[in-house]
């Protein structure tokens, strides 16, 4: 039986490339850049790449990426928008949880809930953080955004009858058409980390820095520090 997220994206690339989460790719990239220093010899691979916005804007800047994701249509999306653009980007078709990748690339990104944290377990998200970590070379560098636990906790806990403050789940009811014209409704099952649950993760994984910041659509930056208004959060980890 396919998950939500595999149910979602099954034929959702057009419409996804419309959705207004998905328009902060210049400035994301301009973060991404800054990170490893303009070094274009840094090989990165895109985890959850969706159709591609991240991989092709730093393909055009000279990087080389490889982009891998779960979904067909979104893949699909993703090789049709880097021929317009003229660029070569290597889009694989693999699960996050079992990528075949060990220490190859000098830089990870995972941006817009790509992948983590959608899994239906705790475990299931780790097996992705877990993956992208042996993916990396030995002085690799993790940069990943996700759900801001803060976030549920400052603004509708107590409103809410679909969070559960003891799971930090938000399950919910998604109602929505798909590019065909499909109207669909889906049952999601998403999970909120606080800050120092990805500190722990990510220092039982090796990592020996973690940073967490603030992550505004768009404008990705250093001194933008976390807040409980903030729905997700940046980070940025290294070996």
């Known amino acids: 039986m396919k998950q939500w997220y595999e149910l979602l994206f099954e034929n959702y690339a057009q419409k996804y490339d419309k959705e207004c989460y998905v328009h902060g790719?210049?400035?994301?990239?301009?973060?991404?850049?800054?990170?490893?220093?303009?070094?274009?010899?840094?090989?990165?691979?895109?985890?959850?790449?969706?159709?591609?916005?991240?991989s092709i804007e730093l393909?055009?800047?000279?990087?080389?990426?490889?982009?891998?994701?779960?979904?067909?249509?979104?893949?699909?999306?993703?090789?049709?928008?880097?021929?317009?653009?003229?660029?070569?980007?290597?889009?694989q078709k693999h699960d996050a949880r079992d990528l075949p990748f060990k220490g190859e690339f000098d830089?990870?990104?995972?941006?817009?809930?790509?992948?983590?944290?959608?899994?239906?377990?705790?475990?299931?998200n780790f097996e992705i953080l877990s993956n992208a970590?042996?993916?990396?070379?030995?002085?690799?560098?993790?940069?990943?955004?996700?759900?801001?636990?803060?976030?549920?906790?400052f603004h509708f806990v107590e409103k809410s009858?679909?969070?559960?403050?003891?799971?930090f789940r938000d399950r919910t009811t998604a109602l929505f058409e798909d590019d065909s014209g499909n109207k669909k409704e889906l049952r999601s099952d998403e999970r909120y980390y606080v800050p120092s649950e990805i500190t722990w993760l990510l220092k039982s994984l090796g990592y020996k820095k973690t940073d967490i910041l603030g992550a505004k659509l768009g404008a990705f930056s250093r001194n933008d520090q976390l807040t409980a208004e903030d729905f997700e959060m940046l980070v940025v980890a290294e070996k």
């Open 25 to 54: 790719t210049m400035g994301e990239c301009d973060f991404i850049e800054e990170e490893i220093g303009r070094d274009r010899s840094k090989k990165i691979i895109d985890i959850g790449c969706g159709t591609g916005r991240h």
């Open 59 to 91: 393909a055009k800047r000279g990087y080389q990426i490889k982009g891998i994701d779960l979904s067909d249509s979104q893949l699909t999306r993703a090789r049709e928008k880097a021929k317009e653009h003229r660029v070569e980007v290597d889009f």
């Open 107 to 124: 830089v990870a990104i995972m941006l817009c809930e790509g992948g983590f944290p959608l899994m239906e377990t705790d475990e299931m």
């Open 161 to 167: 009858k679909t969070f559960d403050l003891m799971t």
């Open 133 to 153: 970590t042996k993916a990396l070379k030995e002085d690799g560098k993790f940069i990943f955004t996700t759900l801001n636990g803060l976030f549920p906790l």
